[in-house]
Antibody, heavy 121, light 107 residues
Framework: QVQLVQSGAEVKKPGASLKVSCKAS????????IHWVRQAPGQGLEWMGI????????TYSEKFQGRVTMTRDTSTSTVYMEMSSLTSEDTAVYYC??????????????WGQGTLVTVSS | AIQMTQSPSSLSASVGDRVTITCRAS??????LGWYQQKPGKAPKLLIY???NLQSGVPSRFSGSGSGTDFTLTISSLQPEDFATYYC?????????FGQGTKVEIK
């Protein structure tokens, strides 16, 4: 079945960097874009950006531009999200999700299980 | 960026009640809107895409409507497993933006 499996929880110190992975299976990896979304504790969902596993430049939310880098490895069907200069406000669950499209209509399904990132000194 | 204003932020309802959640976009987004359900500790789950298309496997008590700037998610008869938080998401342009969420609680 179509599945996205993310890397495990991480604890980081302020100022450090983070790299979360999202491994795809059950479908053709390069045919579907991957989005990243995060959710701070007790808060709503926040869209971070999108990467095309076939190549090309990712699109980032302006909020994360310059601090987030999304990459992919087609040999392992894995997408990565790297974030630098972490602060306590980056404490959140980070999700990857596959974008599906029919015509001009798009949606996110499935989602990864989420990766909890805690930033604390 | 397009702002998505979702209301109410929370509601209390009983099993069997009809529940309506609305989302308003700060500009027209055609019908490029989806609805997602999230339960505590779980990833969001797609319910509806393209305003009114029910995702496979989602019960028919869920429905969506609207166009342009105003959209609605309706649960025709609330079931115990429907108590969760619901989010709208516009996919009209980047950055995609979510509504603030509506928490549906048991009355």
């Amino acid at each position: 079945q179509v599945q996205l499996v993310q890397s495990g929880a991480e604890v980081k110190k302020p100022g450090a960097s983070l790299k979360v992975s999202c491994k795809a299976s059950g479908y053709s990896f390069t045919n579907y874009y991957i989005h990243w979304v995060r959710q701070a504790p007790g808060q709503g969902l926040e869209w971070m950006g999108i990467i095309n596993p076939s190549g090309g430049n990712p699109t980032y939310s302006e909020k994360f531009q310059g601090r987030v880098t999304m990459t992919r490895d087609t040999s392992t069907s894995t997408v990565y999200m790297e974030m630098s200069s972490l602060t306590s406000e980056d404490t959140a669950v980070y999700y990857c999700a596959r974008r599906d499209v029919v015509g001009s209509t798009a949606w996110l399904d499935p989602w990864g299980q989420g990766t909890l990132v805690t930033v604390s000194s | 960026a397009i702002q998505m204003t979702q209301s109410p932020s929370s509601l209390s309802a009983s099993v069997g009640d009809r529940v309506t959640i609305t989302c308003r976009a700060s500009q027209g987004i055609r019908n490029d809107l989806g609805w997602y359900q999230q339960k505590p500790g779980k990833a969001p789950k797609l319910l509806i895409y393209g305003t009114s298309n029910l995702q496979s496997g989602v019960p028919s008590r869920f429905s969506g409507s609207g166009s342009g700037t105003d959209f609605t998610l309706t649960i025709s008869s609330l079931q115990p497993e429907d108590f969760a938080t619901y989010y709208c998401l516009q996919d009209y342009n980047y950055p995609w933006t979510f509504g603030q969420g509506t928490k549906v609680e048991i009355k």
